[in-house]
């Protein structure tokens, strides 16, 4: 590799960093290159960029972004993956991986400059994606318009039903 496409790789890897809200740093060692496909392709649907890249590339590359203090970490061989929009759809896909590969291992992260350990990526799989919170977020918004319907059908129903009891006890007098 020439310096000319390491300074690509660098300002292509400084870009998408600048633009994630968090980067996690995995093992990739005794991944096959089927094994590494499948986890690349899950990536991709959860609009995650998953790029193995050397050591100084991705030091240099992430140095002037707000994960900068990985870079201090890197050792052997390993993967950066960035994420944009949900950070917990990152850390999902990276988690449920891990559960099913055991040769593959979350090393570290980092989630708007803040340092995370493997445990800390893990944690935040747990939560709730950004989906499910807005879907929450909107069944509650919803929920006081509709009980507030319902306590007006009621007593319209109640109404209803004592007049219609009225008007039978009429007829039948």
Do not use: W
């Amino acid at each position: 590799m020439n310096r000319q496409e390491k300074a690509q790789i660098i300002e292509q890897l400084n870009e998408k960093a600048a633009r994630a809200s968090i980067a996690v740093v995995t093992d990739f060692k005794s991944l096959s290159v089927e094994e590494l496909t499948v986890l690349r392709s899950k990536c991709f649907e959860a609009g995650v960029d998953y790029q193995v890249v050397k050591n100084t590339l991705a030091r240099l590359a992430l140095k002037d972004t707000d994960h900068g203090g990985l870079s201090e970490h890197f050792k052997e061989n390993c993967a950066v993956a960035l994420g944009y929009e949900d950070p917990v759809a990152l850390a999902k896909v990276l988690a449920d991986f891990d559960k099913e590969n055991k040769k593959f291992s979350i090393r570290f992260g980092s989630l708007e400059g803040k340092f995370l350990d493997n445990d800390g990526v893990k944690e935040l799989a747990k939560m709730p994606s950004k989906p499910e919170l807005l879907s929450s977020v909107l069944g509650t918004m919803q929920a006081v318009p509709r009980n507030f319907v319902c306590l007006f059908a009621n007593i319209e129903r109640k109404f209803l039903y004592a007049l219609t009891a009225i008007k039978e006890q009429k007829e039948a007098a």
